[in-house]
C-alpha cells in the first residue's frame, strides 16, 4: 500500500468510533510514554500522531483529538494541571501529567507541548520532536520542500 494511503487509512481508523470511544485513543496498560511531540496545534499534530501510532504500535494521546471526541474528563484534567501549573505547584503538575499520559506511547498537540520541560522531568529518556514555524525552521523547510517537490 503506497504510504499516503496508509496514513490516511490509518487516519481514518483512529478516529472511528466504538461503543467505548476512539479505540486508539484510549490508554492501554503497560504502554510507556516514548515520544514527546512538542508541535503547535494546526501543524501537522494529528498526521504526526496518526505516524507514530504507526511507529510506535501504541495508542497516542492528541490532545485535539482527545478533549473533543473523549469524555468531559479530558479539558477537565487539563484544567486542572494547568491551574496546578499556573499555582507553581510542580509535584501536582507532575503528578497530573503522569495520570494523563500513563498508558501512551507518545503525546502530542496542546496544551502539552507547553508542558514539555515537565514532561521530560517524567520521561527523561523520551524523544522530543518539535515542529517549527520560524524562519529556517522544520516546519518551513519541510513546507519549502513539498512546493519544490
Known sequence: MPWDQLIASTFTSCHKNNNNGPASLLPRPGTQLQVIGAGLSRTGTASFSAAL???????????????????PVEIKSWNQILRAWLAGDSATTLSL?????????????????????????????????????????????????????
Do not use: C, W
Open 53 to 71: 501510532k504507526i511507529l510506535l504500535d501504541g495508542p497516542i494521546y492528541h490532545e485535539g483529538t482527545q478533549t473533543t471526541m473523549e469524555p
Open 97 to 149: 501529567l503522569r495520570r494523563r499520559t500513563t498508558g501512551y506511547a507518545a503525546i502530542t498537540d496542546a496544551p502539552a507541548s507547553q508542558f514539555v520541560p515537565e514532561l521530560l522531568t517524567l520521561y527523561p529518556r523520551q524523544q522530543g520532536h518539535r515542529h517549527s514555524l520560524r524562519p529556517g525552521g522544520l516546519g518551513q523547510e519541510h513546507a519549502a520542500n513539498q512546493l519544490a517537490g
